[in-house]
Every structure is written in structure tokens, then in C-alpha cells.
T-cell receptor, first 111, second 110 residues
């Protein structure tokens, strides 16, 4: 069964550092997303990506964040100058029309 | 604004039936999805309704009333492994973002 894969599974970084979270979406999907989930809270939309560009982003997705699809398979989320409140689980997802498939997530801890 | 309301917790016993309700207020609506999440793991797709009515997938069914901005997830013949968080989510448009509710934590007791 096709799946979305994310690396790394855990990332610890110092405040102020940059991190890159990586995702390989399902190959024939057209829509890609990043979501985050702070511990014990709901899943929050960050950004959607279609046709090699951002199609929509939330208020959370400010200038600190950027996404790229550097090649035909990878989809990355870069967080610059990390803050303590960026600590969360970050999920990548991809979809066709309705059903979104989520990766296992990267747990980011900013210390 | 955009909001989805669902109960924070539900408890039921093995073999029982449970219904998790979801009401929504969103600026765009394409359909209502349900996802299951175990212990902070990947949300897993359960069901999707774009049109009014009931969708059945095995022990799980989902219902939507667009005129009432309301839907529910029905879980039958509950098993211990069904203990998880259940999220309703609005699909804003085809391939668009999902806006999630706060989640309902379901505990299934023996």
C-alpha cells in the first residue's frame, strides 16, 4: 500500500537554529500539505502545495516557514530561527480528491 | 470564523455502539471527513461525506446534513482497539486544506 514517509522521526534543535523536515508524498498525488499538532491539541493546517507552488497557507505559516519540492519526490518544510513554541509534531500529507494520507510525523523539540 | 465542535471525550463498552457528533461553521465547504488518531500517531482516514446521507464502511458509518452543518461518525461493535482520538475535518475544496475539530477521545472499556 502506498504511504507518505517522513524523516526524521524526531528532531531536537536549539532555539534560533534552522530545521528542515522532509517528506516523500505518494507519487501520483497532486496535493501536498504540512500540518502541525502541539501535544494534546488538534491538528492545525499550515500550508498546501499544488502544481509546484503554494496554493494556500494559514496564519501560522509566516515568513519563518518555507516549503519546497526540490525534485519529483521530496517535499520539505523549512523552519528558520526556531522558537520554543515551534515544538510540535509536524505531519506531511498528500491527497487526490478527498482522502488525505498522513505520514507518521516528525516530532520537533526546540530547546 | 471557522469552527468545528465535537465532544471532547466519550466512553463506551466493548460491543456497544457510539455516535460522535460534529457541527461546523466554515467559510468554504466541500465535504466532511473523519480521521482516527492513536496516541499522537498519523491521522488515518476513516470516512468522507460530500453529499447528505449515510456512508457505511464496515463497522464505521458517517452521516452528513449540509443544511444543518452537522455530521456524525457511528462506530458499531466497539472493540478495545477503537480507543483513540477521532477528528472531524472540513474539506474546503477539492484537494484543499482540511480544517480539523478538537478531537473526541474515545475510551472503550471491557
Amino acid at each position: 500500500e502506498p504511504e507518505v514517509t517522513q524523516t526524521p522521526s524526531h528532531q531536537v534543535t536549539q532555539m534560533g537554529q534552522e530545521v528542515i523536515l522532509r517528506c516523500v508524498p505518494i507519487s501520483n498525488h497532486l496535493y501536498f500539505y504540512w500540518y502541525r499538532q502541539i501535544l494534546g491539541q488538534k491538528v492545525e493546517f499550515l500550508v498546501s502545495f499544488y502544481n509546484n507552488e503554494i496554493s494556500e497557507k494559514s496564519e501560522i505559516f509566516d515568513d519563518q516557514f518555507s516549503v519546497e519540492r526540490p525534485d519529483g519526490s521530496n517535499f520539505t518544510l523549512k523552519i528558520r530561527s526556531t522558537k520554543l513554541e515551534d515544538s510540535a509534531m509536524y505531519f506531511c500529507a498528500s491527497s487526490g480528491i478527498a482522502e488525505a494520507f498522513f505520514g507518521q510525523g516528525t516530532r520537533l523539540t526546540v530547546v | 470564523g471557522q469552527s468545528l465542535e465535537q465532544p471532547s471525550e466519550v466512553t463506551a463498552v466493548e460491543g456497544a455502539i457510539v455516535q460522535i457528533n460534529c457541527t461546523y461553521q466554515t467559510s468554504g465547504f466541500y465535504g466532511l471527513s473523519w480521521y482516527q488518531q492513536h496516541d499522537g500517531g498519523a491521522p488515518t482516514f476513516l470516512s468522507y461525506n460530500a453529499l447528505d446521507g449515510l456512508e457505511e464502511t464496515g463497522r464505521f458509518s458517517s452521516f452528513l446534513s449540509r443544511s444543518d452543518s452537522y455530521g456524525y461518525l457511528l462506530l458499531q461493535e466497539l472493540q478495545m482497539k477503537d480507543s483513540a482520538s477521532y477528528f472531524c475535518a472540513v474539506n474546503h475544496n477539492q484537494g484543499g486544506k482540511l480544517i480539523f475539530g478538537q478531537g473526541t477521545e474515545l475510551s472503550v472499556k471491557p
